[in-house]
């Protein structure tokens, strides 16, 4: 399938708080390069209730404009080649210290059955593409959400969320990632469409998994040895 790569596009979605779009098509890259000029959104990611969660370790000092641009041309290539991954969508968003980061939205319909948590064989080999694509990105944290619709109670989608994160978290492990991994539930909080639809609730039936850069890139960025 024919790669995006949209400023227009993340424009349009980041400041009407969607976030994502369904994905349809494989092989499918908002933000890039224009993400930079666009700005996305600083330290934290919104739902459209507002809610919003910070992504990455705040470093406590400020990152100079030379040293994000070096992490984000990095973040903007290896977004390009996570393109080809199948069920997923790829963007590149702001962490907490204002870098560029990238987002994977893997569609939960893909990766879990309904009211469960165990993958699916076809998550499994998504999850070992995004394995091995990341092979060379020791240096980065991985930040995982699990999502929910509102179908059900409150307690329920707390503790599913948060087990289709783990699931996740444990098959990267399992496969070799040895990348510092942060997981979280999020239960139906951070929607990115309307509950009130059949549509709406599968969009928001959803797995994230955020690269973001850490101490060490930020710090072999600085001394101009990022590769």
């Known amino acids: 399938m024919k790669k995006t ?24 890259v908002i933000g ?28 406590g000092t400020a990152v100079g404009a030379g040293v994000g641009a070096i992490i984000g041309n990095k973040m903007d290539k290896k977004a390009a080649e996570m ?57 980065t944290d991985i930040t995982i959400f699990g ?4 179908t059900g109670k409150k307690e329920f989608n707390d503790k599913l969320s948060l087990e289709r994160a783990q699931s996740v978290a444990n098959y990267l492990k399992g496969l070799g990632m040895e990348n510092n991994m942060v997981v979280e539930g999020k239960s139906w909080d951070m929607p990115v469409a309307s509950n009130d639809t059949k549509e709406g609730r599968a969009q928001n039936r959803r797995v994230e998994v955020y690269v973001s850069a850490n101490a060490d890139m930020i710090k072999a960025a600085e001394e101009g040895t990022l590769k």
């Open 5 to 28: 790569i949209t400023a227009l596009m993340c424009a349009a979605m980041i400041f009407s708080g969607c976030g994502q779009v369904s994905n349809t098509t494989k092989g499918t």
């Open 83 to 139: 393109a080809a991954l199948e069920g997923a969508q790829v963007e590149i968003v702001k962490d907490a210290n204002d870098l560029d980061a990238i987002k994977v939205t893997f569609d939960s319909g893909i990766l879990f059955a309904t009211n469960k948590s165990n993958l699916s064989e076809a998550s499994k080999k998504s999850l070992a593409e995004f394995v091995k694509d990341m092979s060379d990105m020791k240096d």
């Open 32 to 59: 890039g390069e224009a993400g930079l000029a666009v700005g996305a959104i600083v330290g934290a990611l919104a739902g459209k209730d507002g809610k919003s969660t910070a992504i990455g370790a705040a470093i």
């Open 147 to 150: 999502h929910t619709d509102n």
